[in-house]
Structures are given as C-alpha cells and as structure tokens.
C-alpha cells in the first residue's frame, strides 16, 4: 500500500506542477489582456480629445463622420476587449479552482504517506525495544545458572 501511495503522490505532484504552470500562464494573458484593455482605453480617451478639439475648430461632414466612425469602432473593440477579459478571468478561476484542487490532494497522500512512515518507525522502534528486552531477559536468566 505505501509503494501505491507514494506512486499516486508522484502522479499528484507532476499534476500539481502542470496545475501550476497552467494558472501562472492563465494569470499572464489576464495581465497582458488587462494591459492592453488600458492601452485602448487610454488610446479612445485620446482620439476622442482629439476630436472635441478639432469639433471646436469646426470640421466638415466628411471629417466628423470619419472620426465619429472611428470612436464607434473603438467603442466595439473595448467591448470585445471587455469580454475576452471575462472569459480570461473566468479561466483564471478555473485553473486556480484545479490547481487548489490537486494541491489538497496531493498534501493529503502526502499526509498519508508520513503518518504511515511514523508508524512504520514505530512499529520498528517497537521491535527494537522486544528484541532488547528479550536480550536483557536472556542475560539474566544466563547469569543464574
């Protein structure tokens, strides 16, 4: 049995690690998603400054509806930004949700395997101590005769 856990506790670990990588990489594109949602945030609050500033100069038709244009398109692209960064989040929880998972597991074979350790030094402590005292009751008996 102990050899059987301690191969489950091989598997868990490499798991776990896999875990890991998996929720530091998901961790990564949600940061670099989130930067990029700034960037386009800050790039839309630009142009459209640009675009009051340039209102109040006067444009033509042409050039208000160019730039009209433009901040819809941008306005569609935050949206979608917006939600690849919720299903990024979504798969950020779902990796740590995993990786807690195996990581629980695998300190609970852990667990397992040292309380079978302990008992099995124990039990040899255990057999020390008889054969000890056998030797002692043996060494007197000896030395009555």
Do not use: P
């Amino acid at each position: 049995m102990s050899r059987a856990l301690q191969l489950l506790a091989e598997q868990l670990e490499k798991q776990e690690r896999q875990a890991a990588a998996q929720f530091n990489g998901a961790q990564l594109q949600l940061q670099q998603l989130e930067q990029q949602q700034q960037m386009l945030n800050q790039y839309q609050q630009n142009y459209s400054q640009e675009f009051q500033q340039r209102g109040q100069q006067g444009l033509s038709s042409y050039q208000f509806s160019h730039f009209q244009g433009f901040i819809n398109k941008l306005e569609v692209a935050q949206e979608q930004q917006q939600a690849g960064l919720q299903q990024a989040r979504t798969h950020v929880e779902t990796c740590r949700s995993a990786w807690l998972a195996l990581r629980t597991r695998q300190q609970a074979i852990e667990k397992l395997l040292e309380r079978a350790a302990e008992r099995k030094k124990q039990e040899a402590n255990r057999q020390e101590q008889k054969e000890l005292d056998n030797l002692s009751i043996y060494r007197f008996h000896k030395k009555e005769r």
